[in-house]
Structures are given as structure tokens and as C-alpha cells.
């Protein structure tokens, strides 16, 4: 009778305990997926570039130290599938009110995600006390990207100096094959390991970007760089 007793009080508190345990991953799959749902509907309402028809993969969402969800992923900004998914990181307050949003759409952008992804993108990550704070990428530097001194005019009174022989005109509508160039203001521009439109893409260039030219390919590709070269665009994608 009383290992009757004994056994039974044991199965109602095993019983118990994995009703609660349900109950808490029932309530912890909700919250992420509340989470979820608010960092998608951000990052579809302020991204940059961003379009109806983007596509998101591989979301995830983690529940961080001090409470609240990191929402991670990848989105498609224009849907195409010729563009690439670009990483994201949404950090969503524990209230809800509050998301900040992460996404690596240029270079400063994409150094800022890789830290909060590497930061926050697991169970319990984030900061661990009020006081903590995360590690902020650096600086980025803009001097490479600096336009060039223009070369001092030649010295006065230069006699027997001849002048120099009249360049070819170049065909309406060419690109330089050495000099600088301006990508589209359009839209981001694929930055393509070889001059063909199968080249993996190395990284995203932010619009507006003045990257110097340092040779031409058939088909009109370009390789392109900053101080070095870098890699290949499409004359289309660019301007002088």
C-alpha cells in the first residue's frame, strides 16, 4: 500500500514537471515567434534599398541574457535572384517597443552586423549585465576613397616644351580602362570574383561608391578597387 503511494506521488510530480516544462517551451516559442514577426515587419517597413518583393532565410530568433530576442538572418532586399542575401540582425526589447535593426548593406554596415551576430546570435547572448557593453566595429577609413590631389600646373615660360600629342576621342558611352568610376545610383552593385555574370559575388557596393578602375574585360567588366584591385562590376553598373 504504501509503495502504492510512493510510486504514484512520484509519477504526479514527473507528471507535473513535464507539464510545466511543455508549458514554458510553448510560452518561449511564442515570445520568438512574436519577436520574429515585429523584426520582419521593421526590416520590411526601414531598410535601406529594400523592396515588396525581398525575400528572407534562415531566421532565427534568441532569447538573449537580459531578456528580449535577437531575430537573425539573411534578406534578398530586391527579391532577384540575381542578388545576393545579405545578413541581418534584429534586436527586439523585451517589451516589444523597441528593435534595432542590423543589416550589412554597405561596408560599415556589414562590419557592424558581423559583430552582432557574433555577439548576440545564440541562446543567452547580448549583454550580461546592465553596465556591459558590446564591442563596436571600427572606424571605417574614407581616406582611400579620397579623391586625388590634382597634379600643380607645369612651370610658366616652359620654352621648346612641345605640346603633347591630342588624345584619341573615346567612343560615346565607354568607360575609361583606367581612371575612376562612380557605381550606380540606383541601387547596391554586385562585386563579382571574375569578369562573367556566374563570378561569386565577393561583397556589396553601396551606391554612389568612387572605386578606381584598374583593367577591362570583353563583355564590358571592369576591375575595380580602391587601392588595389578588388574585384569585377559591369560597365553598365557604373559611371564616370
Same mark, same amino acid.
Given at each position: 500500500m504504501l509503495l502504492t503511494l510512493?510510486?504514484?506521488?512520484?509519477?504526479?510530480?514527473? !507528471?507535473?514537471?513535464?507539464?510545466?516544462?511543455?508549458?514554458?517551451?510553448?510560452?518561449?516559442?511564442?515570445?520568438?515567434?512574436?519577436?520574429?514577426?515585429?523584426?520582419?515587419?521593421?526590416?520590411?517597413?526601414?531598410?535601406?534599398?529594400?523592396?515588396?518583393?525581398?525575400?528572407?532565410?534562415?531566421? !532565427?530568433a534568441h532569447r538573449q541574457a537580459?531578456?528580449?530576442?535577437?531575430?537573425?538572418?539573411?534578406?534578398?532586399?530586391?527579391?532577384?535572384?540575381?542578388?545576393?542575401?545579405?545578413?541581418?540582425?534584429?534586436?527586439?526589447?523585451?517589451?516589444?517597443?523597441?528593435?534595432?535593426?542590423?543589416?550589412?548593406?554597405?561596408?560599415?554596415?556589414?562590419?557592424? !552586423?558581423?559583430?552582432?551576430?557574433?555577439?548576440?546570435?545564440?541562446?543567452?547572448?547580448?549583454?550580461?549585465?546592465?553596465?556591459?557593453?558590446?564591442?563596436?566595429?571600427?572606424?571605417?577609413?574614407?581616406?582611400?576613397?579620397?579623391?586625388?590631389?590634382?597634379?600643380?600646373?607645369?612651370?610658366?615660360?616652359?620654352?621648346?616644351?612641345?605640346?603633347?600629342?591630342?588624345?584619341?576621342?573615346?567612343?560615346?558611352?565607354?568607360?575609361?580602362?583606367?581612371?575612376?568610376?562612380?557605381?550606380?545610383?540606383?541601387?547596391?552593385?554586385?562585386?563579382?570574383?571574375?569578369?562573367?555574370?556566374?563570378?561569386?559575388?565577393?561583397?556589396?557596393?553601396?551606391?554612389? !561608391?568612387?572605386?578606381?578602375?584598374?583593367?577591362?574585360?570583353?563583355?564590358?567588366?571592369?576591375?575595380?578597387?580602391?587601392?588595389?584591385?578588388?574585384?569585377?562590376?559591369?560597365?553598365?553598373?557604373?559611371?564616370?
Open positions: 510512493l510510486t504514484a506521488a512520484c509519477d504526479d510530480a514527473e !507528471t507535473k514537471r513535464r507539464r510545466l516544462q511543455a508549458e514554458q517551451a510553448a510560452r518561449v516559442a511564442a515570445e520568438a515567434g512574436t519577436a520574429s514577426r515585429a523584426a520582419e515587419e521593421r526590416l520590411r517597413a526601414t531598410a535601406r534599398n529594400i523592396t515588396p518583393a525581398a525575400r528572407l532565410r534562415g531566421v !532565427t537580459l531578456g528580449g530576442y535577437a531575430v537573425c538572418g539573411q534578406v534578398n532586399l530586391t527579391g532577384a535572384m540575381e542578388d545576393p542575401y545579405l545578413p541581418f540582425v534584429s534586436v527586439v526589447s523585451a517589451n516589444g517597443e523597441r528593435i534595432e535593426q542590423f543589416v550589412a548593406t554597405g561596408s560599415a554596415e556589414a562590419t557592424r !552586423t558581423y559583430v552582432e551576430t557574433n555577439t548576440r546570435c545564440f541562446d543567452g547572448g547580448g549583454p550580461t549585465s546592465a553596465r556591459s557593453v558590446l564591442p563596436l566595429p571600427p572606424v571605417p577609413d574614407t581616406a582611400a576613397t579620397a579623391p586625388a590631389a590634382a597634379p600643380p600646373p607645369p612651370a610658366p615660360g616652359a620654352a621648346g616644351s612641345a605640346p603633347p600629342p591630342a588624345q584619341p576621342a573615346s567612343p560615346a558611352g565607354s568607360m575609361p580602362a583606367q581612371g575612376s568610376v562612380t557605381t550606380t545610383a540606383a541601387h547596391p552593385v554586385n562585386l563579382r570574383s571574375n569578369p562573367a555574370g556566374g563570378g561569386a559575388v565577393l561583397r556589396v557596393v553601396p551606391r554612389g !561608391t568612387r572605386l578606381r578602375v584598374f583593367a577591362e574585360a570583353p563583355g564590358g567588366w571592369y576591375q575595380v578597387g580602391e587601392t588595389e584591385p578588388m574585384g569585377w562590376i559591369h560597365g553598365s553598373m557604373l559611371e564616370r
